[in-house]
């Protein structure tokens, strides 16, 4: 007969439920290592934000810089460029200056306190006798794909146009920007009374009003044709009234000098 060992307590392979007691803690018992994969994840993300964000404040510094460097240079070129469509839709005038458009009047000597950047303003010229020859104006109006922006010559004593040219366009490359590539068209913006009247090939009476528009462009070339209209519109009480007070030519501006950018307008283009 075999001798049956007694149960110690404690020493039982089993509990009650059937389950073997190992006598090692489980996954929940606070074992060491159990928030390591947490941690190395908050450390990662930490890192990759950290990384994130000097980039990007690397990159933004550079962008500063770089706009800073470049924008003098930008400014001097449109204003070069701008000089040089005010001497073309003016026929080449010996002198040119700024005047500015302040409490219904136009003033070449605006106050010190006035935000010349917001003011309206066109260029007038003069020729080598000291004559004024016409002004220069800048407008922008929306045309066929988006907004055209230009700059024309004007005598506010005949009421003439007396040049026309496209500053920047967008309007369909073939056909809409023919407004700036077709040269029969821009020719027809010299020496033409205002206010312009658009007429299709053919089809005009050869009066001193009228443009032959585009075929195929109709609604770019009339928007242009609009656009001049409504800016003498605009300025021709102000215009008439520094046109009948005399410009004596200032002496101190000459043809090589240096043109302003246009202010923007109120229409979203340029003036």
Do not use: C
């Not at 990662?44 to 934000?49: Q, T, W």
């Not at 550079?62 to 924008?71: A, E, M, T, Y």
């Not at 050869?206 to 242009?224: N, P, R």
């Amino acid at each position: 007969m075999s001798e049956r060992l007694p149960m110690v307590e404690g020493s039982r392979s089993g509990d009650a439920t059937g389950r073997a007691d190992t006598g090692s803690p489980g996954p929940d018992a606070g074992s060491p290592g159990s928030g390591m994969p947490e941690a190395r994840s908050r450390a990662s993300s930490l890192r990759l934000v950290s990384t994130l964000a000097v980039a990007g404040a690397v990159a933004g510094f550079f962008i500063v810089l770089v706009h800073l460097w470049s924008r003098p240079r930008i400014e001097a070129y449109q204003a070069r460029v701008l000089g040089e469509a005010v001497q073309e839709v003016l026929g080449g005038p010996e002198r040119t200056a700024t005047f500015y458009l302040l409490d219904g009047a136009f003033t070449a000597s605006p106050p010190p306190t006035a935000d010349t950047a917001a003011l309206d303003r066109v260029y007038v010229g003069w020729d080598a006798d000291g004559g004024p020859v016409g002004i220069a104006a800048a407008a922008g109006e929306p045309g066929f794909q988006d907004v055209i922006r230009l700059i024309f010559g004007f005598d506010p004593g005949s009421g003439d146009v007396l040049g026309m040219k496209v500053l920047e366009s967008k309007e369909t490359p073939g056909l809409g920007d023919k407004i700036v590539k077709d040269s029969v068209f821009v020719a027809g913006f010299e020496d033409v009374a205002a206010p312009l009247v658009g007429v299709k090939a053919g089809q005009g009476t050869g009066g001193e009003d009228e443009v032959h528009m585009i075929t195929g462009a109709t609604i770019s070339s009339q928007a242009v044709i609009d656009i001049i209209n409504h800016r003498v519109a605009g300025l021709e009480d102000p215009l008439r009234r520094l046109w009948e007070a005399g410009l004596p030519a200032p002496a101190a501006v000459t043809r090589s000098g240096p043109v302003e950018r246009p202010a923007p307008s109120a229409h979203g283009g340029t003036s």
